[in-house]
Each structure stands twice: as C-alpha cells, then as structure tokens.
C-alpha cells in the first residue's frame, strides 16, 4: 500500500471552499488542509477549522500556508503594510526581486513570523505543515525566510515543508537544507487534474498515483461552489473545483484508492 497526502492549500479563501475542506476533512476524504491566514476570512473561518482539527485529530495534517503574494491575500505584519498598505505585491515582483536579491529581507522575515504567530494563536496549536503560496518557495531568498521563520517560532515539534519542486536536483538540495534544520520535506506530485468533467476525472484518478514517493503531496482545489464564488473566480477555475468535489465526496472516489491500492496518509 502507498500512503499519499492529498490536501488543498487555500482554506480561507473563499466560504465554499472551506465549507468543502471541512467536509472532506471530516469523511477522511483529504489528508491535509493548509490556512490560508492573510486572507479577509481567516478571522471568522479559523473556529470551525480549529472544531474539526480536534475531531480528525492525528487523522490528518493541519497547517499554514505563507502568503507572500496574490490576490484575496493582505499584509499581517506591520513591516509588510508599510511597504505594501493593503495589498500583497504580485508573485513576478517578487520572483525578479528574489533573483536579483533586491527583497527587503526584514520586512519579509517580519511577515512570515506574523503569519506563523496568527496560525498558532488563533488555532491555538502548532502547524503540522508550512507550505507557501503561489510556488514562491522555489526561490531560495523565500526558503531560507521560511526556515528562519519556523525556527524563530521555536515549535516543539518541527512542521513539515510542503516542497515546491518535482522530484530533482532541486528538491534533493531542498531536502538537504530541511534535514540540517531536523524538518521533513513531503514530495511533490502532480496536482489533480485540472478538468470539469467528472467522469474524466474518476478515469484518470485510477492512474495518477502511480510512481510516486510515498507520503507524497498531491494538490486539489474542490468547492462547494455558490455564487459568491462564481464572481470571484473565473468559469473555468470554478468547474475544476466543482468537478473536484463531487468526485472527491463520492464513494467511487474510495473505490479507486483501493483497487489501485491507496491510502490517504
């Protein structure tokens, strides 16, 4: 039997994906949620997650997800709203800033301790996971934030890092720096895929775990969509997230996992 973590990074985005995270979470239909804790919703969406982290317990990983960027995202620490105001820069500004090392390093550490320290509070437990949004985490000037952050945080347990990069050159080197520090890296596997019919979806459900490392991170975006959605997000996004649901919270979703002989870690 291979164990996978499937999980969904972007708890807190939006009212239907967390009622659905919280759901599938609940029916042992995902094995990682990550907090999205710069968004607008955090604030009233961290008590119903925190409620169902105590029922699922060990059963699954809890964890935050950095945000240095994108949109539905805001600055937590003060450093970062002086330099931002209300807005989170946009991921290539901060790609070209990391690869010419032009990134305002204090006040970066400054949001990443923020982020951290809103997690813990809040929730009132440490993060199983650290993941960063938008892939930002390939680029070593943010990797080296991250793991300077957690260390600052002094957890008594290390979280886990999400890795950004497929199996590689770079995800060894990753994997190195992380086992200095005494943290875990999970692998990187292909994200479901992105398609909106159902059907297609379940076929390729049975295939897309072959190969992979064990414990390894596959990423999904399901929805209980409502129209608040809808106008957030373009019509194409929404339909994978759709799709994603309904086969996610189908009893033909756990058919699958045992004929290609899968369990959700």
Request: charged fraction near 30%; hydrophobic fraction near 45%; proline fraction near 6%.
């Amino acid at each position: 039997m291979k164990r996978i973590t499937l999980g969904a990074l972007d708890y807190a985005v939006a009212f239907g994906v967390d009622r659905a995270l919280r759901s599938l979470l609940l029916e042992g239909r995902l094995s990682a949620v990550g907090c999205l804790v710069a968004s607008e919703l955090w604030a009233r969406e961290f008590k119903p997650m925190q409620e169902v982290a105590e029922k699922v317990g060990q059963r699954a990983l809890i964890g935050v997800t950095l945000a240095f960027s994108g949109d539905r995202v805001h600055p937590v620490s003060e450093r970062m709203r002086e330099l931002f105001r209300e807005k989170m820069p946009s991921r290539s500004f901060v790609e070209r800033r990391a690869m010419l090392r032009l990134l305002p390093d204090e006040v970066f550490a400054a949001e990443a301790d923020a982020q951290l320290t809103r997690f813990t509070f809040l929730m009132n437990r440490e993060p199983d996971f650290v993941a960063v949004r938008e892939g930002l985490m390939e680029r070593s000037a943010i990797a080296r934030h991250v793991f300077d952050a957690i260390e600052r945080a002094g957890f008594e347990r290390p979280p886990k890092i999400i890795s950004p990069f497929e199996p590689g050159l770079h995800a060894r080197r990753l994997n190195r720096i992380a086992a200095k520090k005494g943290m875990e890296v999970l692998p990187k596997g292909p994200a479901l895929p992105e398609i909106a019919d159902p059907e297609d979806l379940h076929r390729k459900l049975r295939r897309h775990f072959d190969g992979l490392q064990d414990m390894t991170f596959v990423h999904c975006i399901p929805a209980q969509v409502d129209d608040r959605l809808r106008r957030e997000e373009p019509r194409e996004k929404v339909a994978i997230r759709e799709c994603q649901w309904e086969v996610l919270r189908s009893d033909r979703f756990f058919h699958t996992l045992e004929e290609t002989e899968v369990f959700l870690n």
